[in-house]
T-cell receptor, first 116, second 114 residues
Framework: EAQVTQNPRYLITVTGKKLTVTCSQNMNHEYMSWYRQDPGLGLRQIYYSMNVEVTDKGDVPEGYKVSRKEKRNFPLILESPSPNQTSLYFC???????????????FGPGTRLTVL | AQTVTQSQPEMSVQEAETVTLSCTYDTSESDYYLFWYKQPPSRQMILVIRQEAYKQQNATENRFSVNFQKAAKSFSLKISDSQLGDAAMYFCAYNQGGSEKLVFGKGTKLTVNP
């Protein structure tokens, strides 16, 4: 089954404790991205990657890191989480479209993160 | 910067009836994609429908169809024969051709009444 998976689905942590949220896709998509969703703000892009070893900042990258060492994986790293990073996080992937940029994005199930 | 506006924070519809959700967007580009995503209580983001700006024909997926008005920069979603399972948050999203960014509206919460 074609899918985007995220782990963990739920996480409660404390300020300053480094954490990683994993994202994996089995569709051989070139493009992967991370979003956060907050009430009243919709989804905002954190980072994206157009291919292995190629990453770039989205609209809200502060406090996050990513890496793309393999095509299928795109982990999101919070080196020193803070309470304002409490949010619902989505990973998405897409194949490269006609413009060389992402076609339709498919989303993972989400990770609900609480930072105390 | 491109923006997407959903002017209806909440909508409701009776089961089996039709409802239209509004979306407008701001862009100076001519090549782009528009999407509607559904987010049920499970929080999963599910693609409902997609429209390429160069296509004049409105996209349709079963009970879901769009009214794409390029000149007016409007992209509304029509749900026909509404079902209880259609209850969800609906997000309109814009992707400029040649861009890696997907810009979302703030969503419309749809309630379906039995």
């Amino acid at each position: 089954e074609a899918q985007v998976t995220q782990n963990p689905r739920y996480l409660i942590t404390v300020t300053g404790k480094k954490l990683t949220v994993t994202c994996s896709q089995n569709m051989n998509h070139e493009y992967m991205s991370w979003y956060r969703q907050d009430p009243g703000l919709g989804l905002r892009q954190i980072y994206y990657s157009m291919n292995v070893e190629v990453t770039d900042k989205g609209d809200v990258p502060e406090g996050y890191k990513v890496s793309r060492k393999e095509k299928r994986n795109f982990p999101l790293i919070l080196e020193s989480p803070s309470p304002n990073q409490t949010s619902l996080y989505f990973c998405a992937s897409a194949r490269k479209g006609v413009y060389g940029t992402p076609d339709t994005q498919y989303f993972g199930p989400g990770t609900r993160l609480t930072v105390l | 910067a491109q923006t997407v506006t959903q002017s209806q924070p909440e909508m409701s519809v009776q089961e089996a009836e039709t409802v239209t959700l509004s979306c407008t967007y701001d862009t100076s580009e001519s090549d782009y994609y528009l999407f509607w995503y559904k987010q049920p209580p499970s929080r999963q983001m599910i693609l409902v429908i997609r429209q390429e700006a160069y296509k004049q024909q409105n996209a349709t997926e079963n009970r879901f169809s769009v009214n794409f008005q390029k000149a007016a920069k409007s992209f509304s979603l029509k749900i026909s024969d509404s079902q209880l399972g259609d209850a969800a948050m609906y997000f309109c999203a814009y992707n400029q051709g040649g861009s890696e960014k997907l810009v979302f509206g703030k969503g419309t919460k749809l309630t379906v009444n039995p």
